[in-house]
Nanobody, 121 residues
Framework: VQLQASGGGLVQAGGSLRLSCTASGRALRTYAMGWFRQAPGKEREFVAAISRGGLTTSYEDSAKGRFTISRDNAKNTVFLLMNSLKPEDTAIYYC???????????????WGQGTQVTVSS
C-alpha cells in the first residue's frame, strides 16, 4: 500500500489543521492506521492510532483532548484533526499502516512521505 499525507502548513499557536492520509494499492480497511511525527533532531514518535473499523483509538499524552484521529474506509483515507496547536507540535507528520493495532513504530509497515506542520508562537 502507498500512503500520501497532506494538509500540513503554517499555523499560529491555538489554531487548527486537519491532516489527511490517502492510500492506494490496497484497501485501507485492511489495516490499523497511525500518525507519527518527527521534529528536527528528535526520534519519530507516536501521535495517534485507530483500529481497522475505527472503533478504537489511542493518543500520545500531549495529543489527548486536542487531536482526533478518524477514518473513512470508503474513501481510503485517514484523518488527524489537530486543535489548540502549540509550537512544540511543529514536526513532519507521517501516516503509516499496521496489521496490528498499537502505538509502537515496529508494528507499522508502510510510511507516507510526511507533511510539514509548523506552529508559530
Amino acid at each position: 500500500v502507498q500512503l500520501q499525507a497532506s494538509g500540513g502548513g503554517l499555523v499560529q499557536a491555538g489554531g487548527s489543521l486537519r491532516l489527511s492520509c490517502t492510500a492506494s494499492g490496497r484497501a485501507l480497511r485492511t489495516y490499523a492506521m497511525g500518525w507519527f511525527r518527527q521534529a528536527p533532531g528528535k526520534e519519530r514518535e507516536f501521535v495517534a492510532a485507530i483500529s481497522r473499523g475505527g472503533l478504537t483509538t489511542s493518543y500520545e499524552d500531549s495529543a489527548k483532548g486536542r487531536f482526533t484521529i478518524s477514518r473513512d474506509n470508503a474513501k481510503n483515507t485517514v484523518f488527524l484533526l489537530m486543535n489548540s496547536l502549540k509550537p512544540e507540535d511543529t514536526a513532519i507528520y507521517y501516516c503509516a499502516n499496521a496489521l496490528s493495532y498499537g502505538s509502537h513504530k515496529s508494528l507499522y509497515d508502510s510510511w507516507g512521505q510526511g507533511t510539514q506542520v509548523t506552529v508559530s508562537s
